[in-house]
């Protein structure tokens, strides 16, 4: 079995056959954005140096760029803890979100109850 194959055999993919990936700029560690991956996509994720994601809502691969132009190119990538997650770190090359904002968490900001840590 290869690296990628024993990787792919580690991850624990939902019921549904996806496995969620948080993708993060691979030097100011901002998070860009979460997609699903089937094990083929993150075959191809890991192997071409270009992430592919399994569209829910298309219901087929899409290779992130191909048609915006604003692609991810992997830099990094590792499973969590449980393996039912996976980050891949990117260089990213235009706007990481669908409309057209550099990451998909910045259109909503919430205010959220803060407590105060100790020191």
Do not use: N
């Given at each position: 079995?290869?690296?990628?194959?024993?990787v792919?055999?580690r991850?624990?993919?939902?019921?549904?056959?996806l496995?969620?990936?948080?993708i993060?700029?691979?030097?100011t560690?901002?998070?860009l954005?979460?997609?699903?991956?089937?094990?083929?996509a993150?075959r191809?994720?890991?192997?071409?140096?270009?992430?592919?994601?399994?569209s829910?809502?298309?219901n087929?691969?899409w290779?992130?760029?191909?048609t915006?132009?604003?692609?991810?190119?992997?830099?990094?990538a590792?499973?969590?803890?449980?393996?039912?997650t996976?980050?891949?770190?990117v260089?990213q090359?235009?706007?990481?979100?669908?409309?057209?904002?550099?990451?998909?968490f910045?259109a909503?900001?919430?205010?959220?109850?803060v407590?105060?840590?100790?020191?």
């Open positions: 079995m290869s690296d990628v194959d024993t792919i055999a991850a624990r993919f939902g019921e549904d056959g496995l969620p990936a948080i993060q700029q691979w030097d560690r901002e998070v954005m979460l997609g699903y991956m089937d094990a083929e993150m191809r994720t890991l192997t071409s140096g270009r992430v592919t994601f399994w829910r809502s298309r087929e691969y290779r992130k760029g191909d915006s132009g604003h692609v991810q190119y992997v830099r990094g590792a499973l969590d803890c449980d393996a039912d996976i980050l891949v770190q260089e090359i235009g706007a990481a979100c669908h409309t057209g904002t550099r990451t998909c910045d909503d900001q919430l205010d959220p109850a407590e105060e840590g100790q020191a």
